[in-house]
C-alpha cells in the first residue's frame, strides 16, 4: 500500500506558477506510474498529466500541453506537477494517483489504485 500527500496549492494570478508536490510513502514508489487530475466544482474529476515508473514517458491533457509539466523522483518517492502560464480555468483541486498496473492506461481515472487528498489551487484573473 501506499498513502499519496499533495502539497504546494495556494492563490496565484493568471500568467503565474506553481510547483505541486506529491510524497509517496513506502519504498515501492518506482513500480507505480503516477498522475494528476484535477476537479473543479461542479464538474468530474479529470486527467491532468502521468508519468511512467521509469519517468521516461509524459502524458498531459491538451488544455495543459505546453504549460504544466510532470515529473518525478524515485529517489525521494515523489512526483512533481510545475504548472506555468496559470489560466483563471485551471482553478481547482489537484490530485496525484499511483497506479500499479503493468499497462498505464493513464487517462482512465478508474485505473489508480491510490490516491491522495487533494490541494486547492486557485488562479484569479
Known amino acids: 500500500q501506499v498513502q499519496l500527500v499533495e502539497s504546494g496549492g495556494g492563490v496565484v494570478q493568471a500568467g503565474g506558477s506553481l510547483r505541486l508536490s506529491c510524497a509517496a510513502s513506502?519504498?515501492?514508489?518506482?513500480?507505480?506510474?503516477m498522475g494528476w487530475f484535477r476537479q473543479a466544482p461542479g464538474k468530474e474529476r479529470e486527467f491532468v498529466a502521468a508519468?511512467?515508473?521509469?519517468?521516461?514517458?509524459?502524458y498531459y491533457a491538451d488544455p495543459v500541453k505546453g504549460r504544466f509539466t510532470i515529473s518525478r523522483d524515485n529517489a525521494k518517492n515523489t512526483v512533481y506537477l510545475q504548472m506555468n502560464s496559470l489560466k483563471p480555468e485551471d482553478t481547482a483541486i489537484y490530485y496525484c494517483?499511483?497506479?500499479?498496473?503493468?499497462?498505464?492506461?493513464?487517462?482512465?481515472?478508474?485505473?489508480?489504485?491510490?490516491w491522495g487528498q487533494g490541494t486547492q489551487v486557485t488562479v484569479s484573473s
Open positions: 494517483a499511483a497506479d500499479d498496473k503493468s499497462t498505464f492506461y493513464y487517462g482512465n481515472r478508474g485505473r489508480y489504485k491510490y
Open positions: 513506502g519504498r515501492t514508489f518506482s513500480s507505480y506510474h
Open positions: 508519468i511512467s515508473r521509469s519517468g521516461g514517458d509524459t
